[in-house]
């Protein structure tokens, strides 16, 4: 609860007959300038107003706010809730039942531990299609993943029984992102706070990075880490730079056969070439009032794709009739309508704000598009898609001495004539094409694939093996959904099929998606195509594709051939769907079921027949293409307030398997011993209620030497678990068996699995090895281990067990921009736990800089124009950090004093260098949390 109330904001808001407690930005000056998403941090300021971690200056500053200068100004953004997705979730919550151990512990009351700002959790992370084009596809994978994750599953289901203001929504359910515009969000929310029922934006982080698609709603959230997620959860505020605002102006309207997936793909590649890393993006002008809902959230949904930490649109009547549309209560509505206007956040668009840079679009020139083979930017134009294919796959596919083309879309066109034909045994159309060495000709590679239970067939280079409809981008907007519904009837009344070699899939972000097929009668059409629903979750978007067709694989294996996916998902980045496909392509959902008929993007929609009719007519994309107006007649027809009510009502609630789940009891949950996906962490072993004072570094080793641009992904365990490794061996010594190793995403909540892959990524260049390697650098996770005669190579994890036994603290040696891309938690918690105390860089990232000090790690950084390699250094020092000791006096120090030493694995003659770093803990509240040993411990001794 606000202490102060420098500006006297504090006031009330009538609606109906209810009071409301609300903070007036118009109580400070410059106010009425701003752009939307900054009046939304004023008032973020206003109400928590401290005197210490948010300040009567930084409100000012913003108030003030000067468009055009970089930003330098950091304040405390405190979101009113918090929202998950299971696999970076369960970190959060193993925590906070550790918390509650702790408390305990400490003789005080367990229930102390809740999260402070409301939190939800989606589980939609975990489910897989495995299975696909049947009847019980859902049902089976459904169950496949409650035997992978029941682990996870029943702490899980413990934690939504334990914690108050934390809810579940359980597998099987929809998409986190969908089905948070669906309901968890509230636009303006309200909360009773000190007796007082006080009505503020609905602002939120979440632990995954499309947690943007809100801003669609008008609510300002984007995606953090899990330790930023932690400290939202427990009331402490994100620490940010009042960033730049970026205004996009929409005018016009969406030609015919155009869809949301192309208008996004447009918007995504304008602002990646613009630059808006680090930005906020916010659209406005008089098009606004044309962008329906669903594609406002699909444009916020990517802004991970373009770069921005937010791309918002501001409330007005649009916002209103989704809120309505989607079941929300009239005083909800009222509320959020009497309160935007009364603190001008309704959009006006005769009112343009001041924005740091400006862009527009006029939507009536977009053109249907696609993005690929490896970047949501990358966008072609559906016209150029064939011509940009041919160029691309030269680069994807093992050149042959061939100078011609399989044309893989002509092989399955069959006249009706002709009933004795069966796809894949007529010959493949071949063409002799002239093309210059290495053109497309060079990348043909035809392979005859014959199924068990089928005819053979051929498939080449570019063969499309997945059309997943799927994420959250796509599978929440009725306008895309429908329109591949309506597509797909179109191709079942013309006789056309999917391709044999195509794995099909349905991925609907909620049950309504669901719903809407039924009542519009297209569910049969879609799964005559093999568009069966495989789940609810997010599947291919992020890799839970599933294996390919059994041979479909074995023959890309065997052949390297370079196979393609198309999604209407967000991300396609290389070796991210499957990893027997080379090639990823983005497309609407429509374009998905087009690319099944065509099998390959070796081809032309335009010039090319997807097949032919009962009576043997060619037939093109542009004859099954559903009208505009039909696919507005069918969403007005077949989508009801009613369906969101039905499905949410119970959205909290699981079925038979979730709520048969044995689940622990009690307060403090009873860990299992033998559990290889949970495990309760150290980070309170040993706790006192007392500070420990903090003290200086002395004689640490290195562990590693690194380079420039290390991002979070080479600290940070993720994709499979590799035989051999560490963490393979720990999961082997445990009794699983290397089919079962699963992935570090998914055993996030076993700190023993993390650290062991904690700056284990394959594309790691830790210089320190070099000098055991005749000078070459081994690329991994190695390090040189200083406990053994002559310091061999081994493995990090190893080394760092060594270097603890012995009670010898560890440092980094960085370069610039240490820890940059995507925020993730363990980066931190696995430095922290290898025992590093200090990181030692030219820069940071700030998010990651500010990870560190909330795991006790302190980031230290070398004067400018010095860096590690400019002192003569080499990691075979051993390293001693002086002046930390200040900030038991609550002084904390500008600078502190490092000596390295020659050790006896330096090379003879070296000398010992001196130098002072600059400590980069830049606020109190940091100061705070590094004082208490971490983020964690301060707001457990805060609590107790």
């Known amino acids: 609860m606000s202490t102060v109330d420098s500006f006297g904001a504090k006031s009330t808001l009538t609606v109906g007959s209810t009071d409301y407690e609300i903070f007036r930005i118009s109580t400070v000056e410059g106010y009425d300038r701003l752009p939307f998403s900054l009046k939304v941090l004023l008032e973020n300021l206003l109400r928590t107003e401290d005197g210490a971690n948010v300040t009567k200056q930084q409100i000012q500053a913003l108030g003030a706010w000067d468009a055009d200068a970089e930003p330098s100004t950091e304040i405390q953004f405190t979101p009113a809730r918090v929202v998950m997705q299971d696999f970076t979730g369960v970190p959060c919550i193993v925590d906070l039942a550790t918390m509650r151990e702790a408390v305990e512990a400490l003789g005080g009351d367990p229930k102390r531990i809740n999260p402070l700002s ?49 809810k579940v929504v359980p597998p099987g359910t929809g998409i986190v992102h969908q089905v948070n515009i669906e309901h968890l969000a509230k636009v303006i929310y309200d909360r009773e706070v000190g007796g007082v029922l006080r009505a503020y934006p609905d602002t939120c982080v979440g632990t995954d990075s499309h947690t943007t698609m809100v801003n669609g709603l008008g609510v300002l959230g984007w995606g953090v880490g899990g330790i930023e997620a932690e400290a939202a959860m427990l009331g402490q505020p994100v620490s940010m730079l009042i960033p730049r605002v970026v205004g996009f102006k929409l005018s016009g309207s969406i030609p015919t056969g155009v869809t949301a997936t192309d208008v996004v793909l447009t918007i995504t590649d304008m602002l990646r070439q613009h630059g808006v890393v680090g930005k906020f993006v916010e659209f406005y002008g008089e098009g606004v009032a044309s962008v329906p809902l669903a594609n406002r959230a699909t444009i916020g949904n990517m802004s991970p794709e373009f770069g921005s930490t937010a791309a918002i649109f501001p409330i007005d009547d649009v916002t209103i009739d989704y809120l309505r549309l989607t079941g929300r209560s009239e005083q909800s509505l009222a509320l959020v309508e009497a309160y935007a206007k009364e603190q001008r956040l309704w959009h006006d668009p005769a009112v343009e704000p001041v924005f740091s840079e400006y862009l527009e679009l006029d939507l009536s020139t977009v053109v249907p598009s696609i993005a690929g083979p490896k970047r949501p930017q990358d966008r072609i134009r559906l016209t150029d898609a064939k011509s940009q294919f041919e160029k691309d796959i030269v680069n994807y596919a093992n050149p042959t001495e061939s100078t011609s083309i399989v044309d893989l879309e002509s092989k399955h066109s069959f006249p009706a004539s002709d009933p004795g034909a069966v796809p894949g045994e007529e010959e493949p159309v071949t063409r002799t094409v002239h093309i210059a060495s290495g053109g497309p000709a060079a990348a043909s590679k035809p392979v005859t694939v014959t199924p068990e239970d089928g005819s053979p067939y051929i498939i080449d280079n570019g063969a499309v093996t997945i059309a997943a409809i799927t994420s959250c981008t796509n599978t929440s907007n009725p306008s895309v959904m429908l329109a591949a519904g309506l597509l797909a009837r179109n191709a079942v009344k013309k006789g056309l099929k999917a391709k044999p070699w195509v794995k099909t899939t349905l991925a609907p972000g909620s049950k309504v998606v669901t719903d809407y097929y039924e009542k519009a009668g297209l569910t049969k059409d879609l799964e005559d195509l093999g568009f069966y629903t495989v789940g609810y979750g997010c599947t291919t978007c992020i890799g839970n594709s599933g294996p390919l067709i059994e041979e479909v694989s074995a023959a890309v294996q065997e052949h390297d051939l370079a196979v393609t996916a198309v999604l209407s998902g967000n991300r396609n980045f290389e070796g991210r769907i499957n990893p027997d496909v080379k090639m990823n392509y983005l497309a609407s959902p429509p374009l998905v079921i087009a690319y099944s008929l065509a099998g390959s993007m070796h081809f032309d929609f335009e010039t090319d027949p997807l097949g032919t009719d009962q009576d043997g007519n060619d037939v093109f994309l542009k004859d099954i293409w559903p009208d505009a107006a039909e696919v507005q007649a069918t969403i007005d027809s077949s989508i009801s307030e009613d369906m969101f009510t039905k499905q949410y009502a119970t959205v909290f609630e699981g079925d038979d398997r979730w709520k048969n789940l044995p689940t622990p009891t009690g307060d403090v949950f009873e860990w299992n011993e033998s559990s290889t996906y949970v495990r309760k962490p150290p980070y309170f072993d040993g706790m006192t209620m007392e500070l420990t004072p903090v003290a200086d570094i002395q004689g640490a080793r290195v562990l590693a030497t690194l380079g420039d641009s290390v991002t979070t992904d080479h600290i940070s365990p993720a994709g499979n678990i590799k035989a051999g490794t560490p963490a393979a061996q720990y999961l082997t010594e445990h009794g699983v068996a290397q089919k079962d190793f699963n992935s570090y995403g998914s055993r996030r909540g076993n700190h023993e699995v993390m650290i062991r892959g904690t700056f284990a990524n394959i594309r790691l260049k830790n210089e320190l090895v070099a000098a055991v390697n005749d000078g070459q650098i081994v690329e991994g996770g190695y390090t040189r281990d200083f406990t053994q005669p002559d310091g061999p190579q081994s493995f990090i994890y190893d080394a760092s067990q060594n270097y603890q036994a012995q009670g010898t603290p560890l440092v980094i040696f960085g370069g610039k921009e240490y820890g940059s891309g995507s925020s993730r938690d363990w980066a931190a918690k696995g430095t922290s736990l290898l025992g590093v105390k200090a990181v030692i860089t030219e820069s940071f990232e700030r998010i990651h800089r500010s990870n560190l000090i909330g795991m006790g790690v302190v980031p230290l950084q070398f004067t400018a124009g010095q860096s590690w390699s400019s002192l003569g250094l080499d990691g075979t020092e051993i390293v001693s950090i002086e002046g930390l000791e200040q900030l038991n006096e609550g002084v904390t120090p500008k600078t502190v004093h490092v000596t390295a030493a020659p050790s006896e694995f330096s090379a003879p003659g070296k000398e010992t260098v001196e130098f002072d770093a600059v400590v980069r803990i830049d606020t109190p509240g940091e100061a705070d949390y590094y004082r208490n040993g971490g983020i964690l411990q301060y707001v457990l001794r805060s609590l107790v």
Do not use: K
Not at 141 to 164: K, M
């Open 118 to 166: 409301p939190a939800e959790m989606v589980i939609d992370h975990s489910v897989i299609a495995d299975l696909f084009g049947t009847e019980n596809a859902l049902e089976r994978n459904v169950e496949i993943e409650y035997e992978r994750n029941g682990e996870r599953y029943q702490f899980l289901r413990w934690g939504q029984t334990a914690f108050d203001d934390f």
